[in-house]
């Protein structure tokens, strides 16, 4: 697998756009302060506003700051990606030496190695498959904020127009009622508040809540390229792979049953062979037994000793 297919900098690119983006959005608070003054804190009937604004602008930063940590996680992950794979070229270093334990190649490799010690078949499927749902777990908050962020805003309007309606409410009772002119405006000015609000932070949410996506997905295809390249061909227990072992054992089987008849025969010939210098041994005893009576026999007759009782 070619390293260019990884890129780590992907994730790093869109913290760098986050950032450009906050400057971005802080020069055009700055340019247009009076505006946003105005709009969002001066001439307040009711503190509806920004009860509403702040609830969406907060739910923005919370949904923002969760992506940047998956995009400096991410961004660590496709690290120890690289890492595997250079360790994979050298000879003299371990599969995961300087890959932290915690990373996800390293957790797929801890899984397929034990698979592999267990003799169980690797369901490739089943990994991946089990790899998308933990990531995708982990964009839970940002797809809740992505979701939500334009019912926030419909939700200010809404309430925002009823409050306008109030005002007007009021305004018909009495003509003279300056309170509920002011209230109607208030009303309406929360309400378009509200949805500038909500649309300015869906849009720039949507964006890298996509960009999110895209970098897990790169990610998540990454680590699957390397399984089925590097991982798949040294731990996978395929019944090709336990037939060639199975049919390697017997051969050795086959070889240490000859050897024992080797054996067994050489045994037998030893056998034989002691036998027969038992054999050999008997008669000479025997001969031997015969001629010292021949002997005793001949010193008897030359010394002329009496016969033995």
């Keep these: ?39 969002y804190f ?25 992506i940047a940590v998956l995009y400096a996680a991410y961004a660590r992950e496709s690290v120890a990606l690289l890492r ?19 990373s996800i190649i390293s957790r797929r490799y801890h899984s ?32 809740f904020v992505n979701n939500s962020l334009i019912l926030a805003g419909v939700f200010g309007t809404i309430v925002s127009l009823a409050i306008s ?8 009772q009495s003509a003279a009622d300056v309170g509920g002119m002011g209230l109607m405006v208030h009303g309406m000015s929360t309400a378009l508040a509200a949805t500038i609000t909500a649309i300015f932070c869906y849009l720039l949410f949507g964006y890298f809540f996509l960009k999110l996506t895209d970098v897990q997905t790169k990610l998540v295809s990454d680590v699957e390229d390397v399984t089925t390249n590097y991982l798949i061909p040294r731990f996978q227990v395929e019944t090709e792979n336990i037939l060639s072992e199975f049919k390697g054992l017997i051969g050795s089987l086959q070889a240490l049953v000859e050897q024992m008849q080797q054996s067994q025969s050489a045994f037998e010939k030893l056998e034989q062979h002691i036998d027969n210098t038992l054999e050999a041994h008997e008669s000479a005893t025997a001969s031997l037994t015969t001629d010292i009576s021949a002997i005793k026999d001949l010193l008897r007759a030359g010394f002329r000793l009496p016969e033995e009782p």
Excluded: C, Y
Aim: hydrophobic share 50%; net charge negative; aromatic share 4%.
């Design 165 to 172: 309606l109030l005002g007007a409410s009021n305004l018909l």
């Design 84 to 102: 595997f794979l250079e360790n994979q070229k050298q000879d003299d270093v371990t599969a995961l030496d300087g890959v932290p334990e915690e």
């Design 112 to 143: 397929m190695e034990l698979l592999n010690q267990s003799r169980v078949p690797i369901n490739h499927s089943a990994l991946a498959a089990a790899l998308v749902a933990s990531e995708s777990s982990r964009n839970t908050l940002p797809r």
């Design 42 to 66: 001066q001439d307040q009937t009711t503190p509806m506003g920004l009860v509403i604004n702040g609830l969406i602008v907060a739910m923005f930063l919370l949904g923002m700051a969760r």
């Design 1 to 39: 697998m070619d390293n260019t297919l990884l890129r780590p900098n992907a994730s790093r690119n869109a913290l760098r756009q986050m950032v450009f983006a906050a400057v971005a959005a802080a020069a055009l608070i700055l340019w247009k302060s009076e505006f946003i003054l105005h709009l």
